[in-house]
């Protein structure tokens, strides 16, 4: 149930969005509410699980799941929607989820009984059920998504050890101390089972690595830094030494870690979350990083980043909507979203791109009781980041709708 | 359903590896592009389908297009023999991913060789009609009496 019994009375529902925005996708804008809103599914929908085809369990640096519901879904144009990463429903406390359900033989979602879409389920890697030579599962190593392999080698924060750190929306501690995941991954264990993984033809289009920030080492980040290089070196050499497509989102490191970085490995594309697009909110909301980092330090580090690896090469993920999280964000959704354009389109100039995640309000963050913003906002921001890549004529492949799948502007992006 | 749509001349013309076949899109600026497709087929399920070897090109961005916003695309056939055919079809899905996609994925590559494969598009047919200029002219001749040049129809302009 929501928070609030009365949310749909205060916000223009899906099909009014859809009417509104004729020249935005109407998949796009599904989906988005979805990610937005979670889903539930009935037993019809979980009777059309099999185990033994579709993508159950999930162990990642948000996740930690081996119960037989489906992990996410696939529309039709295929568009994924991420709803599964946290667990379904039960996360998605602050507005009513839609439920996935089968009709006439189809799996479907359906929202105040209308069937709204069909999808489908996203299927197991060949990898999945077996074990490295060191005998760990290999599922435990490397997260799938439909076509890319997410590895998270640290899967606590340091930020979160030190108390008032952490970042505000953020699960990642709470995902940690809820399970029995180790806290750093073996090296020897990843790139034995993407060596695997990459046997599996037509599946994979890209290897992703990210995961919560390690502040030690010589100079601040070495740790973090030491930590990719080993992981992306050993996966290089699967690749005969030469660059491939990957995408790391780490701590923003400094020009030097990030020579290193590029000189070292071939790791192909880099990823420095500003999270919220304000100086201020950054301090509030991402405590640690402004600490140690700061947030126009943390601009800088992404446009030095894009000297390094090359424009269209470099992005940084917002997290859509937290810059309304009360008391300290924007009163007004009008006033988040020209803000936040407004700041996307300075960064994008200096060649990073922007990608928004959809903000899920989860019940382990210490925003848990905060409400996110109406779908008409995200649909706004989404066509706004996708206009602003177009103006600067700045290619978003690195971070495309068969990547990521949690960025509805970047979906926008196909046409 | 489909096979009412699909006449058997068209399914003989789908199964010929000599027909010539071209997908007709509009995308979001109404510009129309036409591409040649000759991987395009006839499905178990009565739909059409065909490989997508390049994810930028603009019948795939067309596509996507089309399918966000219920548009329809135009499918032309000729054969060796030079009978011609036109299916209106509606774009249902695409396959990026998945064991389906594999298995085309995998053909292609057996096939073609060292080819990548963006996508599987799958066609709905909507309609259909033969276009060969015989076939058309005495439908038009029937249907439209009046639409003719007068020097053809006399006893002695012949």
Known sequence: ?415 | MMSAILGEEIKRALADPGTVRAVATVGKDGAPHIAFKQSLRLRGDGNLEYDEGIETSQTNKNLVYSIWFGKTVSISLLTPDRCGYNIVGRPLRVLIAGREFRTHYTAAREERGDIDLSAVWVIEPVASYEQSFDKRRQEEEAAHPLLQHLDRLTVTGQ
């Open chain 1, 1 to 415: 149930m929501s928070n609030d019994r009365n949310w749909r009375e205060k916000e223009r529902s899906l099909s009014e969005v859809i009417r509104k925005y004729p020249d935005v996708s109407p998949f796009v804008i599904i989906k988005t509410d979805v990610q937005r809103r979670g889903v539930l599914y009935t037993e019809k929908a979980l009777a059309a699980v099999d185990p033994d085809i579709h993508l159950t369990k999930l162990r990642s640096d948000y996740s930690n799941k081996e119960d037989l519901t489906p992990v996410s879904l696939t529309m039709r144009d295929g568009t994924s929607i991420n709803v599964g990463d946290e667990g379904s429903g039960d996360a998605h406390s602050d507005r009513d989820p839609y439920q996935v359900d089968v009709v006439d033989g189809k799996i479907v979602l359906v929202d105040e009984g209308n069937v709204i879409e069909e999808v489908s389920y996203w299927e197991k890697p060949d990898y999945y059920e077996k074990v490295t030579s060191r005998g760990t599962p290999m599922w435990h190593v490397v997260s799938p998504r439909p076509q890319r392999l997410c590895i998270h080698p640290h899967q606590q924060c340091d930020f979160w050890k030190t108390p008032g750190y952490g970042c505000k929306f953020c699960t990642m501690s709470a995902v940690y101390h809820a399970g029995n995941k180790p806290e750093l991954l073996n090296t020897q264990d990843i790139v034995e089972t993407v060596a695997e993984a990459l046997k599996e033809p037509g599946r994979n289009v890209n290897i992703f690595l990210t995961g919560g920030t390690l502040r030690g080492g010589k100079n601040f980040l070495d740790e973090e830094l030491d930590c990719y290089i080993d992981i992306l070196a050993g996966i290089t050499r699967l690749f005969g030494g030469k660059r491939f497509p990957s995408q790391l989102i780490s701590t923003a490191f400094s020009r030097e870690q990030l020579r290193r970085l590029h000189d070292s490995t071939g790791l192909a594309s880099y990823t420095a979350d500003l999270e919220v697009l304000n100086k201020s909110l950054f301090e509030w909301i991402c405590p640690g990083k402004a600490a140690t980092i700061g947030y126009e330090e943390w601009k800088n580090r992404l446009y030095e980043a894009v000297e390094i690896f090359g424009r269209g090469n470099v992005d940084t993920g917002i997290v859509a909507g937290v810059e309304l999280a009360q008391p300290n964000g924007f009163q007004t959704e009008e006033e988040a979203l020209e803000s936040t354009l407004s700041e996307a389109d300075e960064i994008s100039s200096h060649g990073v791109g922007v990608v928004g995640c959809v903000w899920k309000v989860h019940p382990g963050s210490v925003f848990r009781k905060q409400t996110s913003p109406s779908l008409e906002y995200y649909v706004r921001l989404a066509r706004g980041l996708d206009q602003i890549r177009r103006k600067y004529n700045l290619s978003i492949d690195m971070d495309n709708y068969r990547r990521c799948g949690n960025h509805p502007d970047t979906d926008l992006s196909r046409i």
